[in-house]
């Protein structure tokens, strides 16, 4: 069997061992929240009677699933360095309200129109992601702490632009505050016609968003970037080991960079699905949290796009169950227990699972270098 | 020990069976030394035969697979170093484990340290390790920082350190290869008091002379198994190399020269302060410089370094580790900013990255493969691009050309003899001596002109060192200019044209190597002969 295949028949064994023990850990959490297993496992996979209520199932996790699978990979162009990016969270907020009220200034054409939302965004991500990085290669300033501490600042900051300067008009009887409305030439079509193609009735609200698209492409981009470039290369090696990037010519400052930038833009896109798809503005309920989630989705998927893709489809899938849950008197925070067992899990499962490929590897080697027999011995 | 001991004490340490596997690695296979107690007992073999895993074993940082250690006539089984040092082990490792800012009382009692209400009991360290230094004639004063001393002391107190735990029999590993040959001289002398005095050493060498004049007993290892234990007045060296090597013995000779008139890489007045590099006050030859950091008493890791190196020359810098090595070859690759001028072929580089420099054709062989030249957890071909990746056959425009990179490295292991299942396996399957070819062939590819090759042979099988000097020497034939470091003097004396010798950042002796002997060389890399160029400055062709 090719090293490489084992490698990867090796991960998804792991991974579905960890599952499975994860599940085991978040029953004893059911049972002690006094709920039955049962119930809540039949409502994780309840999806509803009717078609109809089976589509807003699908459309719910997916929706979920979008931001999450941009976020992993925001994070995993980091870790592939060893750069703990965990300025994710501040990233995309500042990034998303930025968007959203430029978007709002002007109408253009939908595609020009969005275009320019996207670049705004990822340009703000990027560049808020920039602020740590000088801080580490002309300081040294450890880009864990440099990216906390940012985060607070680029939360609040947008709590306050959106309730200030960057405020919009409030419609009557509307509770939150929130940045103008885009025009309509920003609202990303939905992907509803996926359903009716096959008969289904169209999810209800804002429908299966678009975005989708969008990161199923910057999903492939990076992977094409990471996996086959020059850059992608030098991105490994700098990850791989620091020295030996050195005496080979990479320069790490300008890697940090490049990387942390990289980053940051990606982090810059997680808010538009929702901003473009659905809410067309900037409000104070904005999903939080998606930056912190997209770490524990990286460290799922092991800094691979696809299993990055698999990682925020398991995220959304459970996500999806918290109504559910609730209606099956089980506590949705369950699900959060059995996120945090999983990522756990997964982690140790990895490890073992990567010693024991590396372990086979050697053995193979060991048999090559076994072919050159030893001289015969004559003391 | 005990009054009513038979004639002949039991033996102080017996291995019998040890076996010990190990996925790629020459392992350890069936075992079998006798130590008696009170002597110096060598064990002598190759690198890489097994003698260090051997001494891991004894030492309870491994677990035998199958074999019995008797200590003093009673089996033992170590799980942990804590349990051999119970039992009266001690290892002083080829590497110094000591805390450089500690003094040398610290450094000996750290992790063993006698309290006084709660409090180190300076006193009592004090008397136990001067009535340890006088007994056993190791003379160092306790009060000294360590990074003040010189290797030899460094060493002493390594041995202090085993014996103020109680150790009754001492591990060194290859204790000398840091030890300029006056050093060792003292290092023996310290070893046949401890002898004197009841203890048994265990000596780790690869060094046959050395062996020879200070062991009682000999016990031969090769590829893994014991082959001979000897008597060392019945032995030869000669008899003893052929025994470690099982078959005829590869020299570094390098035959006729092939030196040529053009330079190649040409440095002058390379000078590195210790403290942080500053930039060179405006107008200010370096000379003038480096004069005046030298007068303020500064501490220069490189100091006025310039030398030329011609196409077909080897030239080789020998050197006590830590004398400004690392300092040069980081200097010439760019890695570490410096004053002075680098020239490759005529072209000033000295402001030039990295990367410029190794596109110009600079290939560099580093000194710790692991550290500086591998990504361990990356396949062979990506290994093959590191280092190479913004040149043809590994890139083709933003891409890494994957099929050209798999490619060339299937060429590599053919012509290099690189042992590996194919071109994806992980470069840390690979054993270090196929290791180090992999990384010779890479700096080999791409037609460099100018070869960095630091400790090229360190920890490779005799194999693997033989096809990587004849590389060398092949490269030269055809016109590489090589700038060779070693530790190894024979490897030094026997590949270089030109031998220069840096001693505390400075080339303090320009040596024809044809006729230098090995303790010359290590009378001018201790200082103990100081000269600035003693020999003339020889006549190139």
Redesign the interface.
Known sequence: M???LYRALLTVAGAAIAIVLAVAISSVAIIAAGASPEAAFAALFNFGETERAVVNGITTMINRSVPLFIAGLAVAVGFRMNLFNIGVEGQYRIAAICAAFVGAQFSLPAPIQILVIIVVAAAVGGLYALIPAVMKVTRGVNEVIATIMLNYIAINLAAFLVRGPFTGERAKGQLTTSTPTLPESAWFPNLNGLFEMFGLPAPRGGGLWGFLVVAVLLGVAVWVLLE???????V??SG??P?????????PKKMVIAAMVLSGAIAGLIGLPEILGDKHNFGSNFTPGLGFLGIAVALLGRNRPAGIAVAALLFGFLDRAQGPLQFANVPPSVIAIMQGAIVLLVVVANEITSRMA??R?????????G??T??E??? | MNADAPATARPAVELEGITKRFPGVVANHDIRITVEPGTVHAIVGENGAGKSTLMKILYGMQKPDEGTIRINGTEVSFRTPSDAIAAGIGMVHQHFMLADNFTVLENVVLGAEPKKAGALDTARARARIEELSSTHGLQVDPDRLVEDLGVGDRQRVEILKVLYRGARILILDEPTAVLVPQEVDELFENLRELKAGGLTVIFISHKLDEVLSIADAITVIRRGTTVASVDPREVTARQLAELMVGSELPTPETRESTVTDTVALSVSGLTMEADGFRSLPKGTPIAEYTAGLRAEGRRLLLDDVSFDIHRGEILGIAGVEGNGQSELIEAIMGMRPVHGSVELAGADISSWSTLKRREAGIGYIPEDRHRQGLLLEASLWENRVLGHQTRKPSRSGVWIDRRAAKADTQRIIEEYDVRTPGVDTLALALSGGNQQKLIVGREMSGEPVFLIAAHPTRGVDVGAQAAIWDHLRAARAAGLAVLLISADLDELIGLSDTLHVIYRGRLVARLDPSDVTPERLGGYMTGAISGSTAEPAGEEA
């Open positions: 090719p090293a490489g086959r470039t020059k850059f992608g290369f030098e490994k090696a791989l080991n020295m030996a990037a050195l005496a080979s010519g990479v320069k590396l372990r590897e050697e053995r193979r080697a060991a048999r090559q270098l072919r050159n030893p001289v011995v004559a003391a």
